[in-house]
């Protein structure tokens, strides 16, 4: 489990646990599922929230995952932060509710529960980045748009960005490939906008990811900008810095890229705090920073709901 001075993350049990609890006090406006199962056959759990949450209406819809990489626990804190605040708060905030009524929100707390689990389970952070597929497969290079095509992945099993052995190689990339391609609804691609949550560095990233070019095969350059002013509106109220993703680095198979060139969706990564963590550290914050640094985003997660119905 987590060491001393980091009990306030959940681990799989408590987060799991934790979306129950919201689902329990919140029927009318929570449910839960699952989109899969891991690789080590764990649950990937999603929560969808809205009024009139068991049916499916025709409101546009917004997703939220975390933790696709183990060792980005503050990344799981994020997503149940926004879980607690759209439901918590529906009763007594005006924007909170009007966001629940007008949109169907959907989180996936923990993208990678069999590295996440095994990053803790011994006590000692093991500062594990992929899943545990054999050596480990990178998810984040693993999605099928132009997969392994730039040079932003490894072909190594044993390296740290290893793309797997094929496009989807991965059961959980599968798995929300299947997720968001069934919210196809009627032709349309139902999820209109999108946040993958990582750490560290506080950034606001959107695509492309493959190549440095701006304007690009499936990016025109009204749609390159809509991306650059929105990232730039969001990082506005976070302090993060707003760029490009491949002005980061490149990468290939990354999840920003096929939400955009497979389903237009606005998609954005966020690497959270903090800026600059000295290595591995970066990615152990203790957890007396989990409220401020998830709080921290949720005028950004606000400007991205208002934006999905744009
Ligand atoms: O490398 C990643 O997958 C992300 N950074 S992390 O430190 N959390 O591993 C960034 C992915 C964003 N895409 C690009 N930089 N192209
Ligand atoms: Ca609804
Ligand atoms: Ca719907
Ligand atoms: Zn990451």
Known sequence: DFPPGYEGYHNLDEMNAELDTVVKDHPDIASKSSIGKSFEGRDIPVLKISDNVGQDEDEPEVL?????????????????????????????????????????????????????????????????????????TDLNRNWGYKWGCCGGSDDDPNGETYRGTAEWSAPETAAMRDFIDSRVVGGAQQIKAAIDWHTYS?????????????????????EYDRFARVGGEMAQTNGYTPQQSSDLYVTDGDSLDWM?????????????????????????????????????????VDILIREAGA
């Open 202 to 222: 506080e950034l606001v990233l959107w695509p492309m990811g493959h190549t440095s070019d701006d304007v690009t095969e499936d990016m025109t350059q009204e």
């Open 64 to 136: 939220f995952n975390c933790n696709q990489h183990a060792r980005e626990h503050l990344t799981t804190e994020m997503c149940l932060r926004i879980a607690n605040r759209f439901t918590d708060e529906y009763a007594n905030d005006q924007a909170v509710k009007d966001a629940v009524d007008n949109r169907e929100i959907w989180i996936i707390p923990v993208v990678n529960p069999d590295g996440s689990s095994y990053d803790v389970e011994s006590g000692q952070f093991q500062g594990w980045r992929k899943n545990r597929q054999d050596a480990g």
């Open 260 to 300: 955009w060139g497979q389903h237009k969706i606005l998609a954005y990564t966020f690497e959270m705090y903090p800026a600059n963590g000295g290595g591995i550290d970066g990615f152990y914050p203790p957890d007396d920073v989990i409220a401020k640094e998830t709080a921290r985003n949720d005028a950004a």
